[in-house]
């Protein structure tokens, strides 16, 4: 293998989310670990969650991102403020930065200062918060874009303004609801590079995004989790659970371009997604 697992970055244990008395996910578990490619400076994790509308993806993103409360379980992330190497902390909302299908920007706004919003609870004095916006602009193709408002900015530009600003107020995790939802082939190519450029920031950005699309799910991700209705004792539950994880990494198709394994991968994908 030309890859190894290091410290556990995201660890999730017996995630349970109801809304009044009805369970919308149920006995969700994973851990998601730091992986340093042997052959490469920088890689991020890339994780794809997928799943037939309505089985509680936007729900497990939600409790993911401190935006509901889990019923029961816990959610914890590597604390980066820590000096100890393996210190965790339960997730609160701001931990992890979320961009939805929308891009939602403040509309008063220009891009430079919405940017510097996000930097306010940082120990970065005036001149380090603009260096560091000018940094990011200019990595992220935004060079133009400093003085402009969400309304004069294309979807791609928002898109990335969106990332870079939860990047900015988050630790490293960005989740991301269906970011390639109603793209043409242009647009989709647009968030192909983001998450490039998400890949080379930092080893530890853990990219977590859903989609529907699942042949860009396999080509995309090194790890595919598939929420659905578990069947439990030959009988089908109305909750989401994880039921099935594909580890590209470990099946050796991670990182390539998109061949015949791929292809086999989707298919099996697919046919688990119909069961569930």
Known sequence: MNFEFKETLLYVENLSVAYD???IIKDIN?????????DHDCTSQVIAIVGRSGRGKSTFFKALT???HPKSGKILIKDFNSTEAA???????GDIGFVDQKYTL?????VLQTLKF???????????????????LHKWGLDTCGDKYPNELSGGQRQRTAII????????????????????????????????????TSEYNTVIFSTHDIELAVELAQTIYVIGYP?????????????????????????????????KLTKEIINQMMLS
């Open 165 to 200: 600003e939860q990047l900015f107020s988050s630790d490293q995790f960005i989740v991301m609801d269906e970011p390639f939802s109603g793209l043409d082939v242009g647009n989709i190519q647009e968030v192909k590079k983001s998450f490039d450029l998400l890949n080379t």
């Open 21 to 23: 008395d009805t369970i």
């Open 87 to 93: 210190a965790a902390k339960e997730i609160k909302e």
């Open 30 to 38: 994973l851990i998601e670990k730091d992986v340093v490619r042997l």
């Open 66 to 68: 401190g935006l509901v």
């Open 231 to 263: 069947t439990i004792n030959g009988e089908k539950q109305n909750y989401g659970s994880i039921v099935a994880k594909y580890d590209l990494r470990e099946m050796g198709i991670a990182w390539q371009e998109y061949g015949e394994e791929h292809l």
């Open 118 to 136: 996000a930097l306010r609870k940082t120990d970065l004095n005036e001149s380090e918060k603009e260096e560091k916006i000018k940094e990011y």
């Open 106 to 110: 403040f509309r008063h706004k220009t």
